[in-house]
């Protein structure tokens, strides 16, 4: 009999090791689809969250940092029509029209680009919804949907073989087509009003930005959900280091005394005392005179031990990684970094982030020029054939969509390798300045301007942005130009 056992656990036996028993026994993991996990959870996971970010600084502080470095001062647009005129009034056009894109008239397109972001990774997802409008320079105006609007709850299968999923309507070839929506935010109970009205939007008037994680996933979740339980549990654990600490250092001395009635500086009137206490207080300069046998002795100052620091720092690294960024952008805690520790952690960083950026510019921005100009065409604010934009708006809707550079982290070793890069020909001026978040074309039409007009006042400058002088020997003209 027992050769038989053995022969059965033999065969038994797992080939991976997270399927073995003993301490595995009790690790029951879900086969649940992507969707059905997400649509069952979404909601607790959202409030929760959002509940951090209320009362956890550093998760706050954390959204704000991920926003300012995705969105920073804007995204540039940069039109790609073979009509140079045609893309200088299609660019002036949108400048104008951004500062004044949002239906509340409360953001401007940059601003709005951030409350995305920062939406997206507190909550999973936010929508935004083309409005179309009588007035502005285009009629068309920008409204940003909070994900709690987006009906969850509408699960079920259609007459003409869709699928509804938390919402979301796709056809059977895997399409978006249409979102639901409550009229009203569900949980604003403000002003009364009929919280349950819903509204199908199609998918046409919707951008939806949110990051997939898993194939087939239609709703987002917060960028934090593996570290909310671990964020929650550290806040409790701060606080009650501070209350420890406060509880000590409002009870600051204890007397002692042989006498069980403890008539230390006793006062009738005290209404704070209880019943049978004496309560003395001390100020500057006070002397107390203690009865025989009694004695005071002070409570020593309550300290955190010197665990508390590195115990508090593992978790914010492993809550910072959750949200996609270094422990030092996390916390703010520059005391321990030197340049190529915040190097390194920078590019990891920025590479995440450019990802992000992306897909922003591909789940919303992109499809915001592209409505921008198809409104602008139709309406007449700018002059185009229509015949010719309905045959192929792909040709009008051409764009370079470049965000802002990161900023240096040692300017001078950063712009002197860039400058050698371009000597070298590993690069080209255009691509260094499109890393920076600039327009080439653009930046050598402002050099031409200040050029001229410093060559027309007859003003002189310690740098020249003319070229070099041609020389026999191309080291001496690169030496030159260093000296300068």
Aim: proline share 5%; glycine share 6%; hydrophobic share 35%.
């Amino acid at each position: 009999m027992k050769l038989i056992r053995k022969i059965k656990r033999y065969f038994n036996d797992p080939t991976f090791s997270a399927n073995g028993r003993g301490r595995m026994r009790r690790w029951v993991a879900s086969s649940n689809g992507p969707n059905t996990t997400i649509v069952y959870s979404l909601s607790e996971l959202r409030s929760k969250s959002r509940d951090l970010t209320r009362n956890f600084a550093y998760m706050n502080g954390a959204y704000e940092t991920v926003s300012s470095n995705i969105v920073g001062p804007g995204i540039n647009v940069l039109p790609r029509h073979d009509d140079c005129a045609f893309c200088d009034r299609i660019i002036q056009l949108w400048d104008e029209w951004q500062n004044d894109c949002d239906i509340s008239g409360t953001n401007n397109l940059q601003s709005l680009l951030a409350l995305a972001v920062r939406e997206r990774f507190e909550a999973g997802e936010v929508f935004l919804r083309f409005i179309p409008v009588d007035d502005g320079v285009v009629p068309l105006k920008l409204q940003l949907i909070e994900a709690e609007q987006c009906k969850l709850d509408e699960c079920h299968a259609n007459a003409d073989g869709s699928q509804t999923i938390g919402g979301v309507t796709i056809d059977a070839k895997g399409r978006v087509t249409k979102y639901m929506f409550y009229k009203q935010h569900p949980g604003e109970s403000v002003v009364a009003g009929n919280y349950l009205e819903t509204v199908e939007i199609p998918a046409s008037e919707i951008c939806h930005y949110f990051k997939q994680l898993w194939v087939g996933q239609v709703h987002g979740v917060p960028e934090a959900f593996a570290a909310l339980l671990k964020a929650r549990e550290m806040l409790e654990y701060d606080e009650a280091e501070l209350n420890k600490k406060k509880i000590a250092a409002m009870m600051m001395a204890f007397v002692t005394t042989p006498s069980p009635d403890g008539a230390l500086n006793s006062d009738q009137d005290d209404m704070d005392a209880d019943p049978g206490e004496a309560v003395a207080q001390i100020t500057t300069g006070t002397i107390t005179t203690l009865a025989p046998g009694e004695d005071i002795k002070f409570n020593p100052p309550a300290e955190s031990g010197s665990s508390y620091e590195p115990f508090m720092q593992q978790n914010l690294r492993a809550i910072a990684n959750a949200v996609q960024l270094t422990y030092e952008e996390f916390s703010n805690d520059m005391s321990k970094a030197n340049f190529s520790s915040i190097r390194a952690g920078l590019n990891i960083t920025q590479r995440k982030h450019r990802q992000e950026q992306n897909r922003l510019i591909h789940q919303m921005l992109r499809r915001i020029w592209q409505e921008f100009v198809k409104c602008a065409i139709i309406s007449g604010a700018i002059e185009a054939d229509l015949r010719l934009y309905n045959e192929d708006p792909a040709y009008y809707h051409r764009a370079r969509f470049q965000p802002a550079g990161w900023p240096y982290v040692n300017p001078q070793q950063e712009v002197a390798a860039q400058k050698e890069k371009v000597l070298c020909g590993f690069a080209s001026r255009s691509q260094i300045v499109a890393e920076n978040g600039f327009d080439a074309g653009e930046i050598d039409a402002q050099i031409a301007l200040d050029n001229a007009r410093a060559a027309k006042l007859g003003l002189k400058f310690t740098t020249d942005t003319q070229a070099a002088p041609a020389n026999s020997n191309p080291n001496q003209a690169i030496d030159g130009n260093q000296e300068n």
